[in-house]
């Protein structure tokens, strides 16, 4: 019953923007931070971004200004909008459902979308 599938990854140039979105069901979003995280080949996974039922937002330091965080919840959709993108944001993009006391830590997570790539080149 829980899904959470994300949409909008592909290739883009180094300084163009998209948008990657999520649209999630089979629980309460209101008793959860919807978050992005993202993992690059080699690397941890690391949460960038999230949001809580009331709309505050807190992203990690690697994107903070360039990229947004939003949810629509007539629509049960999470979208990100990356802007100016960097070829280090090359990575394989996961919408998840966690925790928002450690809205970062992927132990805390506890539904997960299937990912998306997201592909950045110079």
């Known amino acids: 019953q829980v899904q959470l599938v994300e949409s909008g990854g592909g290739s883009e140039q180094a300084g163009g923007s998209l948008r990657l979105s999520c649209g999630f069901s089979?629980?309460?979003?209101?008793?959860?931070?919807m978050a992005w995280f993202r993992q690059a080949p080699g690397k941890l996974r690391e949460g960038i971004a999230a949001?809580?039922?009331?709309?505050?937002?807190a992203y990690a330091d690697s994107v903070k200004g360039r990229f947004t965080i939003s949810k629509d919840n007539a629509k049960n959709t999470l979208y990100l909008q990356m802007n100016s993108l960097k070829v280090d944001d090359t990575a394989m993009y996961y919408c998840?459902?966690?925790?928002?006391?450690?809205?970062?830590?992927?132990?805390?997570?506890?539904?997960w979308g299937q990912g998306t790539q997201v592909t950045v080149s110079s």
């Open positions: 998840a459902a966690v925790s928002c006391y450690a809205w970062s830590v992927v132990e805390d997570v506890n539904y």
């Open positions: 089979g629980f309460t979003d209101s008793k959860y931070c």
């Open positions: 949001i809580d039922s009331d709309g505050n937002a």
